[in-house]
Nanobody, 128 residues
């Protein structure tokens, strides 16, 4: 079992930055990937960033094209935390952001059903 606690959301103006954090606990060594997923009401969840947790690709990152160059995902293995540094925020980034993790599957896979564990979500609102 893995538990995820995400935090750091808030209300910001377009062009500003925000840093989200995810604290993982439990059997994190069994994980393949940790990701940040966002949810807009009435729409499907989408993976915006992911990091490989183990294996030959450990540390490799995936970013959705919509956030590439603006968002950066980092990992602190000692603290068992994952951050999402969000820069140049735009109103389209407004969503609930959730930390997610899976035990198997490639880090760059965008298949949401592969994810086994989820944080509670933190709201990010970007005003224009």
């Amino acid at each position: 079992q893995v538990q995820l606690q995400d935090s750091g959301g808030g209300l910001v103006q377009a062009g500003e930055s925000l840093r989200l954090s995810c604290a993982a606990s439990g059997r994190t060594h069994d994980l393949s990937t940790v990701a940040w997923v966002r949810q807009v009401p009435g729409k499907e969840r989408e993976i915006v960033a992911a990091i490989s947790w183990s294996g030959p690709s450990k540390g490799s990152r995936y970013y959705d094209d919509s956030v590439k160059g603006r968002f950066t995902m980092t990992r602190d293995s000692a603290k068992n935390t994952v951050d999402l540094q969000m820069s140049g925020l735009i109103p389209e980034d407004t969503a609930v952001y959730l930390c997610a993790a899976k035990r198997s599957g490639a880090y760059h896979s965008t298949l949401l059903f592969e994810y086994d564990y989820w944080g509670q979500g933190t709201q990010v609102t970007v005003s224009s």
